[in-house]
């Protein structure tokens, strides 16, 4: 009887331990494989944030890429008056129409300036640093404007750096593109987003369902060769 | 005593076959690979601005706390020059992602900003 008792509580301490794992397993995989797919568009959605870093290419969407490898440096100025900015003294070639400059620290307000041919000129006020960014494979029209006469101040000038920013052309050009020529295995949109949270550039269709968003901070090149803050959105669904 | 020694057979075999499910239960998260790539992207993002690396070479930790502020929920962050020392505070899933400058303007001085990400 005692033997009898043993088996049993044997088989009742299995059975239990049994239901309560094999429970626990059925529910992880069943959770699992409706997450699978949310788990690979998530991952599609990261991978095409990856446009940013690359240049304009055709083909598939997540070959393409509409970024572009533009350049800034430091300018220290000593006091008020013109700053001169020689592009002889830049080490790397310059599209003059992609120059905007901005006081150090802050974005969306450039400074304005004048072009001549070996030249840019812009007006500093007090002892002051700018940040310079270029490129020079723009396509961006002039927007030198006339400034009053300044005695030239001193300057120096930092070593150029390279970053990479989303291109205006580019992404005009990839809203050329067919939507049916670019899609892959889902349906995606490609947003930019300004820092007031204001469109700026879209590129895909309306996402409709269980969507999927990646996003990533992002500097990007507006009409006038400005650049600003912004963010890159990529929704994706099946 | 049979039946204690088979509980204790039935015991090993629900251990064997937990263990056999354990690979599945501890499939390394996803999310944890998305909140690295996440800290790159901003980290990135965050040195196109000259701003930062002024920051890291003067030792300036309130600015770069401005900075970081939006970017980076539960952290901690050191400036390795060159040698870390390692978060304040400890957590059972601690990111770190870290950002290498080679020097700021005319001056050769590597240094590391390192963000630790609290899970």
New interface residues.
């Given amino acids: 009887m005692a033997t009898q008792t043993d088996y049993v509580t044997a088989l009742i301490i299995f059975l239990a331990s049994f239901a309560v794992i094999m429970s626990s397993v059925l529910a992880y995989t069943d959770s699992y494989a409706e997450s699978w797919e949310k788990n690979a568009m998530n991952s599609y959605a990261q991978s095409l944030l990856k446009i940013a870093e690359k240049e304009w290419s055709s083909g598939k969407i997540g070959t393409k890429g509409i970024g572009t490898r533009a350049y800034f440096f430091e300018l220290t100025i000593a006091g008020d008056g013109a700053v001169e900015i020689f592009f002889s003294n830049i080490s790397i070639p310059i599209d003059k129409n992609s120059l905007a400059i901005y006081r150090k620290g802050l974005f969306g307000s450039s400074s304005g300036y004048s072009l001549s041919a070996d030249k840019a000129s812009f007006a500093a006020n007090g002892s002051s640093e700018f940040v310079i960014w270029f490129d020079d494979d723009s396509s961006f029209p002039s927007r030198s404007e006339n400034l009053p006469d300044l005695q030239v101040v001193e300057s120096t000038t930092w070593p150029v750096e390279g970053r990479w920013i989303l291109s205006y052309s580019a992404m005009q050009k990839l809203a050329s593109e067919d939507y049916i020529a670019t899609k892959e295995i889902y349906h995606f949109r490609v947003s930019v987003i300004d820092s007031n949270q204001n469109l700026f550039f879209n590129y895909g269709l309306e996402p409709q369902g269980e969507t999927v968003s990646a996003r990533r901070h992002v500097l990007f090149q507006k009409e006038n060769a400005d650049v600003e803050r912004g963010e890159l959105v990529v929704d994706v669904w099946d | ?4 020694s ?2 204790i ?3 090993i ?2 251990l064997i ?2 263990s056999a ?1 354990l690979p ?2 501890s499939l390394t998260s ?1 999310n944890t690979d ?1 909140a690295k ?2 800290a790159y ?2 980290l ?8 930062l690396r002024e920051f890291v070479f003067e030792d300036n930790a309130n600015g770069i706390k401005s900075m970081l502020e939006g ?1 980076f929920d539960d952290y901690e962050f050191e400036i390795c020059n060159p040698e870390c020392t390692g978060a304040k505070r400890t957590a059972r899933e601690t990111i770190i992602a870290d950002w290498h400058f080679a020097g700021y ?2 001056v050769n001085q590597p240094r590391t900003l390192r963000i630790y990400l609290f899970g």
């Fill in positions: 005593m049979k039946g204690i088979y509980s057979e039935a015991v075999a629900v076959i937990a499910a599945l239960l996803v998305h790539q996440h992207q901003n990135q993002y965050l040195s196109a601005d000259p701003q970017f303007r005319n």
